[in-house]
């Protein structure tokens, strides 16, 4: 049997910066110490990346000064009140800002990271 492949158009990844984003999804998934939220977002307002996705990964602890609790601070526009519980459905369709750096992963593949969230009212500048 022979090998063949096709070469298809390179994928690149969203440039860094800032977003207004969408949350789409929230799941767990396997980190390197443990289970991990990932918060994925669909990018609007960028004519270039509208509609593209980009996600970040907290872990599952969630409070005032974890990263998960700083994200759904920014995505509810309040901070959630000790013992409140929080569900992937009330993070759904929540619109916010996602601050987007590259990354490289061991394969040498680059990809969009977000690595902070903001409300959708905030700018940095």
């Known amino acids: 049997m022979s090998w063949k492949a096709v070469m298809e158009e390179p994928i690149i990844a969203v440039a860094e910066g800032e977003y207004e984003g969408t949350v789409v999804d929230v799941r767990f998934v396997d980190g390197p110490h443990g289970e991990m939220v990932r918060i994925d977002f669909m990018l609007s307002g960028e004519e270039e990346y509208e509609g593209r996705q980009v996600s970040g990964v907290a872990s599952r602890r969630l409070s005032e000064n974890t990263k998960l609790g700083r994200w759904i601070a920014a995505i509810f526009g309040r901070t959630p ?3 409140e519980e929080v569900t992937a459905q009330a993070l759904l369709h929540k619109d916010c800002r996602v601050v987007v ?4 992963n061991p394969d040498g593949k680059t ?11 905030e700018i940095q500048v």
Do not use: L, Q
Request: aromatic letters at 6%; hydrophobic letters at 50%; charged letters at 15%.
């Open 81 to 83: 009140a000790v013992g």
């Open 101 to 104: 750096k590259h990354k490289t």
């Open 111 to 121: 990809f969009a990271n977000v690595v902070e969230v903001m409300p959708v009212t």
